[in-house]
C-alpha cells in the first residue's frame, strides 16, 4: 500500500454505520464491513460497501465491545467471494475528531490481520466512529500499520474527516480575508486541502482553474492533451497570441495563470498531459476527491460518469448549446449544470449524453463526415462565445460551492438549465433510472466495468 491512503463511503452508509454504533445506551459497538478498492496513480482508497451486522452470538457489548473469530472469517469468505477487502469498525463513543489507538485496538485489529490478507489477498482496514460522528481510519500491511490522511463522506455534498496530523489545516493570510469572510475557516480549510481536478482546460476549464488558485486552492491539477490555437484566443482569457503561435499545450497556459492566481502560501498545481479515456488518465483522476469536467465530449464525460459513482468521486459537469438561425443569428443558448454524486441522477439518466454517441466517440466516428452524412446525423455544433461561457464557469463553480461549503445545508441541487432566450433558469426534476448500470456500479471501485482504452 502505498502512503496516500484514504476512505470513501456514501452517506447511506454513514448513517447505516452510525445508527449500529452511536448506541443509545453509550456504549462502545462494533461491527464488520467490505471495501472495494479504488486504485490511483498515488492514492488507495478503500470504499466502504457492504455493511455487515453481526448476527446473534457474534458480538458482545460490555463496555469495550469484543467479536467472535467465526464473524471475522464469515466477512473474510464473502470478501474473498466478491473481490473485496474487510473493515473492523468501533466506536469510541466519548471521543471527538480524529481518534488515536488504543494497545487494545491495536491488537484486535492487527490479530485479524494477517488472517484477512490470507484470505482475501487485501489489507485488513480498521475504522473508528467518534461519538460526534468523526470517522478515522488505517490499513494493515503485512509488516505495519498504515493510518488513512482522511474519509470521505459523499452524497449531494462532501464531508471530509481529516487526520491533521498527516493533512494539517493550511495557515490562511491576509489575500484570503474576504474569501474567509463569506464561507468561514472550515471550509477553506477544506478548500485548501482538497485534490481538485480540472478535466480539459479550453475557455471553461482555464478560469475554472485560474478561480480555484484565486480562492486559495492548494492542490488543483488540470488534464487536457490539446495546444492552444488562433481560434482559441477570443475564449481562453489569458492566453496570448505567441502562445498560440508555437501551439502551447494548454495546460502550460493554465499553470502559468493558475501561478499569477494564487493567493495559497503554498500550493502544488500539477500538470497532466493526458487523456482521462486512457487507463493512464483515469488513474490520475482517482487521486483526486473532486473532478471539475469542462470537456463536452461524450467519451471522456462518459468514462467520467461512471467513476463519479463507482469511485465516489463527485463529478461536476456542464456546458453550453447555442442556436443559430439559418441566416446566421442568435436564436437562443441554453446553459446547463449538474453535478455527478450519489443522490443526483447521472448524465445517461438526465439525457446528456447518448450511449450510442459514446461508442461512435470512442471508436473515431463521432466527427468522420462521411459516417455522419451516412447516418442521416446532425452535425454537432461548436458555437461558443466568452460573453456565455463564463456563464458556464459560474454555474460549474457554484456547484463546487454548494457541494463543499453545504449553504442551507443542502449540498448541491438538481440538474440546472439557463435559457437565454426565455431568461428562465430551470430546476430540471430528473430521476435516476431504476436500472441505470452507471449508479448501480456506486462504490465498486476497481470492480468497474472497464470503459478507458489502454494508453496511447
Ligand atoms: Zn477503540
Ligand atoms: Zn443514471
Redesign the pocket.
Known amino acids: 500500500m502505498t502512503e496516500n491512503f484514504s476512505v470513501a463511503m456514501t452517506n447511506v452508509t454513514n448513517s447505516e454505520l452510525s445508527d449500529h454504533l452511536l448506541r443509545m445506551d453509550g456504549q462502545e459497538d462494533i461491527c464488520l464491513a467490505l471495501y472495494a478498492p479504488s486504485t490511483g496513480s498515488l492514492r488507495r482508497t478503500a470504499i466502504v460497501n457492504d455493511v455487515l451486522l453481526p448476527q446473534r452470538g457474534e458480538r458482545s457489548v460490555h463496555g469495550n465491545a469484543s467479536f467472535s473469530g467465526s464473524y471475522v472469517l464469515r466477512a473474510c469468505q464473502q470478501a474473498a467471494r466478491t473481490g473485496q477487502g474487510v473493515m473492523i469498525i468501533h466506536s469510541h463513543p466519548n471521543g471527538r475528531g480524529w481518534q488515536g489507538m488504543s494497545a487494545q485496538d491495536a491488537d484486535a485489529e492487527e490479530s485479524y490481520s494477517r488472517l484477512a490478507l490470507q484470505l482475501t489477498g487485501k489489507p485488513l482496514v480498521g475504522m473508528t466512529l467518534a461519538g460526534e460522528g468523526t470517522w478515522s481510519a488505517r490499513a494493515w500491511t503485512a509488516s505495519e500499520s498504515i493510518q488513512a490522511d482522511y474519509v470521505r463522506v459523499v452524497g449531494p455534498s462532501l464531508n471530509v474527516h481529516w487526520n491533521n496530523k498527516q493533512r494539517p489545516v493550511p495557515p490562511s493570510n491576509d489575500r484570503q480575508l474576504r474569501t474567509i469572510s463569506a464561507w468561514g475557516d472550515k471550509t477553506q480549510a477544506d478548500i485548501a486541502r482538497l485534490r481538485l481536478l480540472v478535466v480539459g482546460v479550453g475557455s471553461v476549464g482555464l478560469d475554472v482553474a485560474v478561480r480555484l488558485a484565486a480562492a486559495g486552492a492548494r492542490h488543483v491539477g488540470v488534464m487536457d492533451f490539446d495546444v492552444v490555437h488562433e481560434h482559441n484566443l477570443d475564449r481562453m482569457i489569458g492566453s496570448t497570441q505567441s502562445d498560440a503561435a508555437i501551439r502551447r499545450p494548454k495546460i502550460e497556459v493554465a499553470h502559468r495563470e493558475m501561478e499569477r492566481a494564487a493567493t495559497a502560501s503554498s500550493h502544488e498545481f500539477r500538470t497532466h498531459n493526458q487523456d482521462v479515456t486512457t487507463v493512464e488518465g483515469q488513474a490520475t483522476a482517482l487521486d483526486y476527491d473532486i473532478v471539475i469536467s469542462c470537456v463536452d465530449r461524450p467519451y471522456p464525460r462518459a468514462v467520467l460518469n461512471q467513476m463519479a459513482y463507482s469511485d465516489l468521486i463527485p463529478v461536476i459537469d456542464g456546458g453550453i448549446g447555442i442556436d443559430v438561425f439559418s441566416d446566421g443569428a442568435m436564436r437562443g443558448a441554453t446553459i446547463r449544470t449538474h453535478t455527478l454524486t450519489t443522490g443526483r441522477?447521472?448524465?445517461?439518466?438526465s439525457a446528456q449524453i447518448d450511449l450510442s454517441e459514446v461508442t461512435l466517440d470512442k471508436e473515431g466516428l463521432l466527427d468522420d463526415p462521411s459516417y455522419i452524412a451516412a447516418a442521416g446525423q446532425a452535425e454537432r455544433g461548436n458555437q461558443n462565445v466568452a460573453l456565455l461561457s463564463i456563464c458556464v464557469t459560474a454555474g460549474l463553480l457554484s456547484q463546487l460551492v454548494s457541494l463543499i461549503a453545504r449553504p442551507g445545508g443542502r449540498g448541491v441541487s438538481a440538474p440546472l438549465r439557463y435559457s437565454i432566450a426565455t431568461h428562465s433558469l430551470e430546476h430540471l426534476h430528473v430521476k435516476?433510472?431504476t436500472h441505470?448500470p452507471?449508479?448501480a456500479e456506486t462504490g465498486r471501485g476497481d470492480l468497474r466495468v472497464a470503459l478507458t482504452r489502454p494508453n496511447a
Not at 441522477?345 to 439518466?349: A, D, I, Q, T
Open positions: 441522477p447521472c448524465l445517461v439518466c435516476s433510472r441505470c452507471f449508479e
